[in-house]
């Protein structure tokens, strides 16, 4: 099975937040919330055998999905190979994913208020349907033009699952059903974002770390807790090595690495990007106006300047 390299998906995902907001829905309670692919998926899970799985999840899956699972398929799925091979490597971990992904429904309310809150300190914030699939353990969430995409295959790290045939990475990142509420809120700010595309470390960092931070702030809970279990005790000594390269283009130390990170956990420049939104909101004396700057930021080298973010280690 082909990896898809993480950066390029990233690439793909950024470019794709600007046709996302052609979105005109300004109301929190008019976002659909799409399940019907779980259903469709656990529907070809039970026909499949192993003679015919490839057949039955193109046709019965892939082909038969919403407009969200189609744009899952391009932008992480890629092909039906891609996924069968997927779930072939990690039978049990899939197996154990159909009573979870079958509660996502529950969840509404929860996703309801999130975005609420959100119109509440952005009030020019718009509302995109919300698609939920099962993938190829490639990607938890993206944006496209029809929506925000969620892979519920990576929100399954329940208790007693099976991990088995997983990579080293998909065990650190892997969340429970309960995270989804948050990676909604989390691609739902990237859908937002009106920030001049930039390619530099900083801008890019910012921009996934805003995603946690102003995500956190209207759903109470971070994707990447565990970045901040790791980074708040040696945060200047991260910083210091951050800003050593946040000008530059290469992402290769600080993000979208998935399992190539060695000796420490993989994408702290989601870290980096929420602490520098974190003081900048921090030191704001209009909290509403600091989401707006936030989701609007033009100059990252201005906005870092004036987050004050570097003053906490003099």
């Known amino acids: ?50 003679e015919n799985n490839l057949n039955v999840f193109r046709d019965e899956y892939l082909r038969k999905g919403s407009v969200g699972l189609k744009d899952f398929t391009k932008l992480r799925i890629g092909n039906v190979c891609n996924l069968v091979g997927t779930m072939e490597t990690a039978p049990k971990y899939y197996a154990a994913l159909r009573e979870p992904s079958l509660k996502i429904a529950s969840y509404e309310n929860q996703m309801r208020t999130n975005f609420r809150k959100l119109k509440e300190i952005y009030p020019d914030s718009v509302f995109p349907d919300v698609y939920f699939v099962i993938g190829r353990m490639s990607s938890g969430g993206t944006t496209s033009e029809n929506g925000l995409l969620i892979g519920v295959e990576m929100y399954g790290r329940n208790e007693g699952v099976s991990l088995e045939g997983l990579s080293d990475w998909h065990k650190a990142v892997l969340s429970s059903t309960d995270k989804i509420p948050y990676i909604v809120a989390h691609e739902l ?36 807790a565990h970045l901040h279990k790791y980074g708040n005790p040696i945060e200047k000594q991260l910083w210091i090595e951050f800003k050593k390269e946040m000008n530059g283009t290469n992402l290769d130390n600080w993000l979208y690495q998935g399992d190539k990170a060695k000796g420490k956990p993989a994408d702290l420049g989601y870290y980096m990007g929420y602490k520098i939104c974190e003081s900048y909101y921090k030191n704001a004396a209009d909290k509403k106006q600091a989401v707006k700057d936030i989701l609007e930021i033009k100059d990252f080298s201005k906005f870092l300047a004036d987050s004050k973010y570097e003053e906490k280690f003099n």
Request: no cysteine.
């Open 1 to 50: 099975m082909k990896k898809i390299t993480i950066s390029l998906l990233a690439i793909l995902s950024f470019s794709l937040n600007l046709l996302a907001q052609q979105s005109t829905n300004a109301n929190p309670d008019n976002a659909k919330i799409v399940t019907s692919d779980i259903d469709l998926f656990w529907k070809a899970y039970d026909k499949a055998t192993p």
């Open 189 to 224: 700010i990237h859908y937002e974002q009106k920030t001049v595309a930039q390619n530099s470390l900083l801008a890019r960092s910012i921009r996934e770390g805003s995603a946690d931070f102003i995500g956190e702030l209207i759903s109470g809970g971070n994707i990447n």
